[in-house]
């Protein structure tokens, strides 16, 4: 299951997405003052299909950064499973990219997108990878992020934007079944933010990665994701999946139409319901 790259460097579509499965998935933290414990998360159940954007809303501290770094097996939770495909989260190959850029600062853009696809191609039965065309493939990713022209840039030497759109073509370098994003967009002015979010929609949609993204914008969940998940103060639960029907990649103007309008009101109120 692979995004591969066209030699005209558009992203083919195909079995990109993994299905993710979260059975009754939990987290407990010790807490560092009392040593007692916080229950971050409790009894997430969530069944997403290949290729599905699903957006994550729900007030801050509800445990979302918690569950996609579950989602990337940064830590094991501590009840119910996680599976990716046919196999374990720790297993898959996920590409995530933070709120905050990410980039490392004593490497050029281009050296930035190709670091995950370096490390790849050093492991045993990957060795084929030239190279070569690790750097082609770095190249590709960045002309289909809208970065040409700036390979040689290290990330002090470019926008917030910028840094955000070489940490998406980061994470797309591993070809990843699983995209997950934390707030990439909210430290980013209205009008890049909105740029981003059309860019987003066509990579995901051509790429076709299972996305999970986090945000505390309920206009840009709605506008970005085929389902939105609410979930309830913490500890985290599921309180509402609501669908978002109209097709991705969805048009600027979905944003005034009646089904967008809908879904915000009835989004806002849910997060902002005790
Ligand atoms: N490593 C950790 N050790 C102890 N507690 C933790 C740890 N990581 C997260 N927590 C706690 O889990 C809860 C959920 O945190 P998390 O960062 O997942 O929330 P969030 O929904 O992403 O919040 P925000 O919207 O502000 O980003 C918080 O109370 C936090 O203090
Ligand atoms: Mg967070």
Same mark, same amino acid.
């Given at each position: 299951?692979?995004?591969?790259?066209?030699?005209?460097?558009?992203?083919?579509?195909?079995?990109?997405?993994?299905?993710?499965?979260?059975?009754?998935?939990?987290?407990?933290?010790?807490?560092?003052?009392?040593?007692?414990?916080?229950?971050?998360?409790?009894?997430?159940?969530?069944?997403?299909?290949?290729?599905?954007?699903?957006?994550?809303?729900?007030?801050?501290?509800?445990?979302?950064?918690?569950?996609?770094?579950?989602? *990337?097996?940064?830590? =094991?939770?501590?009840?119910?499973?996680?599976? !990716?495909?046919? &196999? +374990?989260?720790?297993? @898959? $190959? %996920?590409?995530?990219?933070?709120?905050? *850029?990410?980039?490392? =600062?004593?490497?050029?853009?281009?050296?930035? !997108?190709?670091? &995950? +696809?370096?490390?790849? @191609? $050093? %492991?045993?039965?990957?060795?084929?990878?030239?190279?070569?065309?690790?750097?082609?493939?770095?190249?590709?990713?960045?002309?289909?992020?809208?970065?040409?022209?700036?390979?040689?840039?290290?990330?002090?030497?470019?926008?917030?934007?910028?840094?955000?759109?070489?940490?998406?073509?980061?994470?797309?370098?591993?070809?990843?079944?699983?995209?997950?994003?934390?707030?990439?967009?909210?430290?980013?002015?209205?009008?890049?933010?909105?740029?981003?979010?059309?860019?987003?929609?066509?990579?995901?949609?051509?790429?076709?990665?299972?996305?999970?993204?986090?945000?505390?914008?309920?206009?840009?969940?709605?506008?970005?994701?085929?389902?939105?998940?609410?979930?309830?103060?913490?500890?985290?639960?599921?309180?509402?999946?609501?669908?978002?029907?109209?097709?991705?990649?969805?048009?600027?103007?979905?944003?005034?139409?009646?089904?967008?309008?809908?879904?915000?009101?009835?989004?806002?109120?849910?997060?902002?319901?005790?």
């Amino acid at each position: 299951m692979r995004a591969d790259l066209r030699t005209d460097g558009a992203l083919t579509t195909g079995t990109g997405g993994a299905a993710l499965r979260l059975k009754d998935v939990g987290m407990r933290f010790s807490q560092p003052n009392n040593g007692r414990t916080l229950t971050a998360l409790e009894g997430i159940d969530l069944d997403i299909e290949p290729g599905e954007f699903v957006a994550v809303v729900g007030p801050s501290g509800c445990g979302k950064t918690t569950l996609l770094r579950l989602i *990337a097996a940064m830590m =094991p939770p501590t009840s119910g499973t996680i599976g !990716v495909g046919d &196999g +374990t989260a720790a297993g @898959a $190959r %996920t590409g995530f990219v933070f709120q905050q *850029a990410s980039l490392y =600062p004593w490497r050029t853009v281009l050296r930035n !997108v190709a670091f &995950g +696809t370096e490390l790849r @191609a $050093r %492991t045993p039965h990957r060795r084929d990878r030239s190279r070569k065309a690790v750097r082609a493939k770095a190249q590709e990713l960045i002309e289909l992020v809208g970065l040409e022209g700036f390979e040689d840039y290290y990330p002090h030497q470019i926008s917030g934007g910028m840094q955000q759109r070489a940490n998406l073509a980061r994470a797309l370098a591993i070809d990843p079944q699983l995209l997950l994003m934390d707030e990439p967009f909210s430290a980013l002015d209205a009008q890049t933010r909105e740029e981003l979010q059309i860019e987003l929609q066509r990579i995901a949609v051509q790429a076709g990665t299972t996305t999970v993204f986090v945000t505390h914008d309920i206009g840009e969940a709605i506008y970005l994701a085929d389902r939105v998940v609410v979930l309830s103060g913490r500890p985290g639960r599921v309180r509402e999946v609501l669908a978002c029907p109209t097709p991705r990649p969805r048009p600027l103007k979905y944003q005034v139409s009646d089904e967008f309008t809908d879904l915000r009101n009835t989004v806002w109120n849910l997060v902002h319901s005790k």
